[in-house]
């Protein structure tokens, strides 16, 4: 990537790719601040990844994301919505721990457990849904959720549900978060940097 400008986001690639094959964390991490090395400018999406990097020596450039305002709301199709359920809940992200989707799955079995409320989840993200739907089978709430896979439009869907579900660990700022704020749903989030930075 040597003479270009390489997007950092929230999580070293490096980083994501070492948790899924624990044995090669040290190549991957390797590769990954190497590569990074060779860019001319490195951006990053917030302030606390900013100072992450430069824990690596690696200095960078906050950039900040933004979605476009224009997008109109469109129905959500049934088929994305868990039937039988009482409140809809929304979450947007790659599926991966650190987007807090194992907390979010325990919390709605909790809720189904201690109170009988239905909560229902929708997530659009890419990546395998293998290991949560295992979860939620496990928990009995697997019905109360649907695995939409990616989305292109999650601005003009999110606006039909009754609140979307923050829950990234990471830092910088997030997409995600921003595309939900702008569909005017009520967001629910975790009290982290990433989060009160927004």
Not at 11 to 40: N, Q, S, V
Not at 138 to 164: C, H, M, N
Request: hydrophobic content about 35%.
């Amino acid at each position: 990537m040597c003479g270009s400008s390489t997007p950092y986001g929230d999580r070293m690639r490096g980083e994501i790719d070492a948790k899924t094959y624990p044995l090669a964390r040290k190549f991957f991490m390797k590769r990954e601040i190497k590569t990074l090395k060779t860019a001319d400018q490195v951006w990053s999406n917030g302030e606390d990844t900013k100072a992450d990097l430069s824990r690596r020596g690696i200095a960078s450039v906050v950039v900040r994301n933004g979605v476009d305002c224009r997008r109109a709301p469109l129905p959500v199709p049934q088929e994305l919505i868990p039937q039988k359920t009482d409140f809809h809940l929304l979450s947007i992200g790659t599926l991966l721990d650190i987007k807090g989707y194992p907390q979010l799955i325990r919390a709605i079995a909790q809720v189904k457990n201690s109170r009988g409320y239905l909560v229902g989840l929708t997530v659009f993200g890419k990546g395998s849904s293998d290991r949560y739907r295992a979860l939620a089978q496990k928990l009995g709430v697997l019905e109360q959720i649907v695995f939409a896979g990616f989305r292109p439009q999650t601005v003009e869907y999110a606006s039909g549900f009754d609140g979307i579900a923050c829950l990234s660990g990471g830092g910088g700022q997030s997409m995600a978060c921003l595309e939900s704020l702008l569909s005017g749903t009520p967001v629910l989030a975790w009290d982290s940097p990433v989060y009160r930075q927004m």
